[in-house]
């Protein structure tokens, strides 16, 4: 009895310990944030002030930043998005020469290093003017999810039952009418799900603008982050309270799409 | 006017063919069933009627007009499907506004259309609910209602009732009749079951192994079925079956001689003899007269069902109005030779 008392003591101990290693960094970055910027240090700062936020919030380059940023990681969503969905209703419902082949090398890309392409990329967008244009930036963080998205999109169509399909096609559908009023609705959560880690990603990437931009006024904010190392002397206090600001998109969707994740996650469309 | 001509259809998959050199003609404002065991390709049939699937090989007409190229949506049909195949993210109403929204009807149209149907098949209080609030008998009758709101030239309805229980189903199976009675539409029903087939069909095609077996009236195919295959598909309990073999220079059952004038060619027959035409009083001076035990009685409602055997330890089925004998009696059967049904060694139907 007190024997498996103490295990438990000892499993919960070192656990929270665990949480406490990731929590740190994360108070550290809220305490931090709410600092004057004498405050160096992991210490307890002598008053909270809103000044970090109200300097990086007014500051027109970091703003730009935040909305380069949220231009390119939700074009670049939006555009793998609708380039997935033919290619997986194609895969999920036509049959044709070398499907399996196809299928594969799609599933292969998604763990491909795509940024080994980078430098051909690089070159490529230079000698056709896509180099330093926000354009350019999508076109390629779009191509970068499209093969998961193809994939994850084909299964979720997968599930979809083949007479609901002839029942559309009957009923006068043609193959984008039966997409848009029974493929696509019926995938909504997975299509949610999608968008979310698509955002996610791209809003997180930080090589392709890094390289793919050099026009400051075009660098979305996970690289405007890094430029704060390169200053003379970096403030903590700013820094923190801009990484603060750019954990609040992600977070905020995934409030926002909880209801669909469950589902998406927790077995797909039933009638 | 709608008639459906069927033309050397043949359908493979891959290397498997479904469909073999399959020829039907189906009348205008017909109610035709095909009736098939599982796997015969009845559905396959339908598909390709649709438009839904091609045939390999073959055409279909409507009205002699070739559509075995076109697409569905140009060929004028609806379809009711087995597993109901309603939209899971539409209410009942948006499932049956759908194919006239394809159409581009106009909303007070559809509206008034819908709920015409609705009263029709008596689901106006479930306009507002989504398929997965509707029980079984709900759900089809709401895959009905999507059907008949288009009015199509055809209906093709592949096994709608088989999901159901038996109560709902004849329920349905009946309103289905009339509202074939009042549309005037030509109906293409595929079912497995054969009693289904009998009590809807003008006219019954039996499919097996994607080759048609027999077309012709329920009466016609019951009483006067082409081969062995159709007379045991058709009826329940199933028709008895005598194999015999030639003995001194004829065929006997139960020491009893077949008479018949052209069994010298043959060296087998078979003789199928349906459960009602077992008799046990005897009728008439052909009725053939069969030793067996009693083994079994079963009460069906309107007369019984009689399990026996023969001297041979053959097992029959009798089906009577009364049955005032006890299991292990032994008596006397009659054999209506009038309706027995003869069959040559290939299984096909041969005259007395
Ligand atoms: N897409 C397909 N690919 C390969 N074979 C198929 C395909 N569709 C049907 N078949 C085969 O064709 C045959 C006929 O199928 P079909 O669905 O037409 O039968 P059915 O009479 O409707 O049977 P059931 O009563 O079970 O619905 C079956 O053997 C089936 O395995
Ligand atoms: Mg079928």
Redesign the interface.
Known sequence: MIKIKLRFIVVYLILTLLALAFLIPFIWLVVESFSPLNNIGFTIPSTFTLAPFEHVLTNSTFIRSIYMGLIQSLGATFLSIIFAVGPAYVFSRKSFKFKTTLLLGVLLLTGFPVFSLLVPTFIFFIDTGLYNTVIGVILFLGVLNLPIDIWIMKNSFDQI?K??E?????????TL?SLI??FI??SLPIMAVLIILNFVINWGNFYVPFILLSSSHLLPISVRIYSFFGAFSVRYNELAALSIIYTIPAVVLYIFAQKYMIKALSGG??? | MSSVEMKNITKMYDKVTVLKDLNLKIDDQEFFVLLGPSGSGKSTTL?TM???DTPTSGNILFDSEDVTYF???KRG???V???Y?????MNVYKNMA??LK??RYKNDYINKKINEVANILGIKELLKRL??ELSGGQAQRVALG?ALV?DPKIFLLDEPLSNLDAKIRSQIRNELKLIHNDLKKTFVYVTHDQQEAMYLGDRVGILNDGVIQQVGTPQEVYSHPKNLFVAKFLGEPEINIFELDKNDGGFKIGGVPVDGHNFDKLNKITIGIRPENILLEKKSERDMPLKIVIRAKEFTGSGFIIIASTDEGKEIRIISDQANMDVGDLITAYIDYEHAILFDEQGDSINK
Do not use: C, E, T, W
């Open positions: 039952p007479s609901i002839r029942a559309s096609i009957v009923d006068g559908a043609g009418k009023y029974i609705p019926l469309i039933k009638g | 598909n649709a438009g839904l697409d569905p949506n049909v609806a379809m499907f087995q597993d195949a309603l939209y899971p993210h759908f194919p394809m159409k398929p997965r999507r288009r």
